[in-house]
């Protein structure tokens, strides 16, 4: 279902080391949340998945990747009209204050949101006048959030830009050297140099590489063209093996897409639906912990 430059610069990196203090000073102010009152107050799913329930306006769905802040105070998530094109994309919050989950309120127009490590940069997506992805970045102003700002403009295309703890950034773009029409790519800076690195085959297809979510000590990926949810692990030599398939009891959609995984690895969080028409696409999430340590294994059945 779900089918279809790079200028990071001195800015975003001076951003995503100077919000650093500002976060940690944030998150000892706050008392913390009732653990019952994570996720919304609701019920972790185990191996089967669950849907996550998320307001949207009627005639709307939810998909595409959600964010989840750090102290698990605010959920961030997209509402749309339809594919394809994308309409109707607009980014929500949830936030828990004052002992309850309030919302949702409009946040910005686009969506599949991301937040940086620190929580306190927001990346999120929009399309151009010729429906190419554009990357977009925010950066937390007290409770709110500062106006989207573009990055990554010598690119082609920028889907789903993500960062993590080794200060690497990946991205779904067009790369000269890469095995399909959009890779899986590493970024790499030199000076005012920026170029994306296909992390090739068997990680890329000859397709669209789209949709995709990398751990944040890049111990693997999830990915979405097997033909739907599956996993790679990265080899010592920085390679990645051959992404094995989640199986039906995840992949039970038509298609499925926007995955992200809580900074545990506890749990799944992907879109996906049963009708052509998206009319029961839903956010459903599923305890995967185990599965990412049993698939490291060529030789572990997938159910």
Known sequence: MRNSNLLIGTGLKSILILIVFSFLVTNCSNPSMPTESY????????????IFPLSVKQGFFAAERIAISNDGRNIYYTEI??????????IKRYTFAEGKWNGPFDLFVGYAPALSLTGDTMYLERKDAENKSM?????KNGPGWGNPKRILTQLDTTHYFQSTRNGNYYISSKSGNGAGLSDWCRV????SDT???SLGRPLNTGGENLDFFVSRDESFMIVTNRPQLAISYRNIDGTWTNPRNFGPKI????????????PDNKYLFYSTGTKPDYSDVYVYWVRIDGMIDSLRNPSTPIR
């Open 39 to 50: 996720y919304m107050g609701q019920t972790p799913p185990g191996n089967t998945p669950k």
């Open 81 to 90: 009209k339809g594919y394809y094109p994308i309409r109707g994309e607009n």
């Open 135 to 139: 990357t977009f970045i925010s950066v």
């Open 188 to 191: 790499k800076i030199t000076g």
């Open 195 to 197: 170029t994306a690195l």
């Open 251 to 262: 992949n039970f959609g038509l298609g499925s897409w926007g995955p992200w995984v809580t």
